[in-house]
């Protein structure tokens, strides 16, 4: 039982680079979530998704794209990536209430020149 | 508007020296109130969920406690190893949770 699985784990992006953050989850869980960490601002939702083939804006959803197309995966999508996206990503996953625990992955390092 | 407040920011103990972590929070509707912890280079993990004003929880030398403003996480007797950031998050059924900026807690030896 792996949890919450993030690849790759770092990437170094060029400006207006495309590139896809893989998410996956082996708990059979209905939610997944796409969050950004940054100094001194915590984690920020990007985009949700409360079961396969539904996607949701979060708070910060600009510049990011998503997928749900299989359960247990969660894409999140940069198709022009900017110096602002630099961040570390973590993706997490519940069940299928809003109110049980999320559980992260590792993090993928995101650094856009 | 909906918001969580976490201090201090930093904290520095030494090792054995108990304190307390603040989450004071301005929230409509809240039905859950989570703590994490956060060790360097790493995916948070869940601690505790706090769901109404008066609750409690412990798990070794941690303890949670929520009111109708704040939660505290209570470290009794800490050791380097509870060296990390403790993150504090609200749900309350909309999106997902939110999150406040956390606190370094730095434990010496």
């Known amino acids: 039982n792996a949890g919450v699985t993030q690849t790759p784990k770092f990437r170094v992006l060029k400006t207006g680079q495309s590139m896809t953050l893989l998410c996956a989850q082996d708990?059979?869980?209905?939610?997944m979530y796409w969050y950004r960490q940054d100094p001194g601002m915590g984690l920020r939702l990007i985009h949700y998704?409360?079961?396969?083939?539904?996607?949701a804006k979060g708070e910060v959803p600009d510049g990011y794209n998503v997928s749900r197309l299989k359960k247990q995966n969660f894409l999140l999508g940069l198709e022009s990536a900017a110096p602002s996206q630099t961040s570390v990503y973590f993706c997490?996953?519940?069940?299928?209430?809003?109110?049980?625990?999320?559980?992260f992955g590792p993090g993928t390092r995101l650094l856009v020149l | 508007e909906d918001q969580v407040t976490q201090s201090p920011e930093a904290l520095r103990l030494q090792e054995g020296e108990s304190s307390s972590l603040n989450c004071s929070y301005t929230?409509?509707?809240?039905?859950?109130l989570f703590w994490y912890r956060q060790d360097p280079g790493k995916g948070p993990e869940f601690l505790f969920t706090?769901?109404?004003a008066g609750e409690e929880k412990e798990k070794e030398r941690l303890k949670a406690t929520l009111t109708k403003k704040e939660s505290f996480l209570h470290i009794t007797a800490p050791k380097p190893e509870d060296s990390a950031t403790y993150l504090c998050?609200?749900?309350?059924?909309?999106?997902?949770?939110?999150f406040g900026s956390g606190t370094r807690l730095q434990v010496q030896p």
């Open positions: 997490a996953s519940s069940g299928d209430r809003g109110t049980e625990t999320q559980y």
């Open positions: 708990m059979n869980h209905e939610y």
């Open positions: 998704s409360v079961g396969e083939g539904t996607t």
């Open positions: 929230v409509s509707g809240l039905r859950g």
């Open positions: 706090l769901y109404s």
């Open positions: 998050a609200y749900y309350t059924g909309r999106r997902a949770l939110t």
